[in-house]
């Protein structure tokens, strides 16, 4: 198994990184449905003001495979798509458990 670990940092008020990060958790929580080698999803957003990440995502698929699988599928490429314009860094850590 590989967990597939992502953080990323957001841009605007806090306000608009919170929304953002709200809608981008409702559509990756929603793609174990749709993406077969999609084991589990888990998303968190932060509630601690001191640090400076906004959101985290660990995926669990099969194979180091399966990362490009779930990466390229629509459904995960339409809620990256969320997004666009409000990403300012991004960090992944991928493992095998």
Not at 39 to 53: D, F, H, K, L, T
Not at 69 to 97: Q, S, T, W
Request: hydrophobic share 50%.
């Amino acid at each position: 198994m590989v967990k597939h670990i992502v953080t990323f940092k957001l841009t605007g008020t806090d306000e608009e990184r919170r929304k953002v990060a709200e809608a981008f958790r409702d559509a990756l929580l929603a793609l174990p449905g749709q993406i077969d080698v999609l084991e589990s999803m888990e998303v968190g957003i932060n509630e601690n003001p001191a640090e400076s990440w906004d959101v985290v995502l660990t995926a669990v698929v099969p194979t180091l495979v399966d990362v490009a699988v779930y990466a390229n599928h629509p459904a995960h490429l339409a809620a990256a798509g969320l997004l666009a314009g409000h990403k300012a860094d991004r960090a992944c850590v991928d493992y095998e458990f």
